[in-house]
């Protein structure tokens, strides 16, 4: 832009004639020219962008949609429903459909034994070196108890000896010897039954009276296995938590009323309707955006904003294709009260799909999934979206490219057409300038003469 200031003079020997006035407003006609069809172009080049971005983020939304009801694993799903307060049941996805009837009779328990009390769990427990040997399911491990040992340094020992077989505690009993050193196997099961035996090197002596009891005689619960009935039949088992019955699923015994525990594994048809669902709302919101970006209305030449491309167009019309079109079993999404009405919106039956998944579970899973080789339709829409939406070199991938390379040339020329409106302003603003002082010159001059000649017309007159 011309230094207006650095020609500050410009009107002053024109009287105006030649002024800043006069160039802002010849400006103003070139920028309307030139400039402001460019800037409508790249505002469309924006909005056009931005409608793109907003179309991606609502395909990909309905891809997601896709990624569960275009696999066959999602009829795999199951739900598990127990009856009962004894037990509780998880199971594993591809678990069979299945009614089981389950009571408790005996949980398993593991070993617990206790010594006497003692006054303190500073209490010495011997006073002589002894070795120690504690059996479960026939591994016997034997350490050697210090002479001395008190109460306490003889748990810390057991816990360090036995690898975390054995749990040992120190219980106050209360009383006025209070202390007790109470040993728990950490597993459950008949077979974890503890055993003790004392060896301080002396024939002489009566080592069982070490810790001056038999532990073997002083059980607070006896080693147990779990014992139920499964259908009927009893089942017995070291732990509590069972997961070899059936595939896929575990059971966790909690209470030994008695009392009977119905479980029911089904397929989870709601959760597959709950996914149709989504697909649903997201395939109209989607469509709805399309219909209104392609528009044209006759009647008042109203026009959307991607009416006429190609690629939009043919989105909308692909998508909406594959969505009616059959699987190659010959059924289609209508079959399972999924439509779509002359206005494009697609209705769904919950009701109609679950009754069909309770009937014929594979016919929906190869209508809805089908195979790699034979696609159902949510696959082969899942397939089309990918290609054209989603993939970094999709179809809107590559018109996303194309607006902003547009926007990018458009903004260039902008910057091009400015450049060149400010040198001929320039040049222009420099030309008043002469002209201005040209004029300005000859005013002075012609002011000059004029005054004598009024001079000597004067001086004629005297």
Known sequence: MADFGALSSIGLGSSGALSYDIIDKLRKVDED?????????????????????????????????????SDSVLFAKRTVDVTGSDIEVSVEDGTKAQEIDIAVKNLAKSDIKQTKGY??????????????????????TTFTVAANTTLADLKEQINREMGGNVEATILNTGGTEPY?????TTQTGADQAMSFSFD????????????????????????????????????????NSVDDLVPGMS??????????????????????????EAFVDEYNTLMSELGIVTKYDPDTKETGIFQGDSTITSLKLSISRIALDTAPNGKGLADFGIDVNRDGVMSYDRNALIS??????????????GTEEEPGVFLSLKNYLSDAATDRDSLLANL??????????????????????????????????????????????????QSMIDAQAAAAKG
């Open 33 to 69: 020219a030139q400039i402001k069809p460019i800037d409508r172009q790249i505002d469309e080049a924006k909005r056009r962008e931005e409608s793109l971005a907003k179309i991606r983020t609502m395909t990909a939304s309905l891809k997601s949609t896709l990624f569960e009801l």
């Open 119 to 140: 006054a303190s769990d500073s209490a010495v427990v011997t006073t002589v070196d002894t070795d120690m040997t504690i059996t479960i399911n026939g591994q016997a």
């Open 180 to 184: 007790r050193l109470v040993l728990k």
């Open 200 to 239: 301080d090197g002396d024939p002489n002596t009566a080592n069982d009276d070490f810790l001056d009891l038999t532990l073997a005689s002083a059980n607070v619960q006896d080693a147990e296995d779990a014992l139920f009935t499964f259908n009927g039949v009893d089942i017995t088992r070291a732990s």
């Open 251 to 276: 059971i966790t015994l909690k209470d030994e009323t008695g009392a009977g525990n119905h479980i029911s594994i089904k397929q989870d048809n709601a959760g597959i309707a709950d996914q149709v």
């Open 356 to 369: 069909a998944l309770e009937s014929d579970t594979d016919t929906v899973s190869e209508t809805f999934a």
């Open 400 to 449: 996303d490219t194309q607006l902003k390379e547009r926007e990018e040339r458009l903004q260039e020329r902008r910057t091009r057409a400015l450049d060149s409106i400010e040198t001929k302003y320039d040049v222009m603003a420099k030309r008043f300038a002469a002209y201005d002082a040209i004029i300005g010159q000859l005013n002075s001059s012609f002011q000059s003469l």
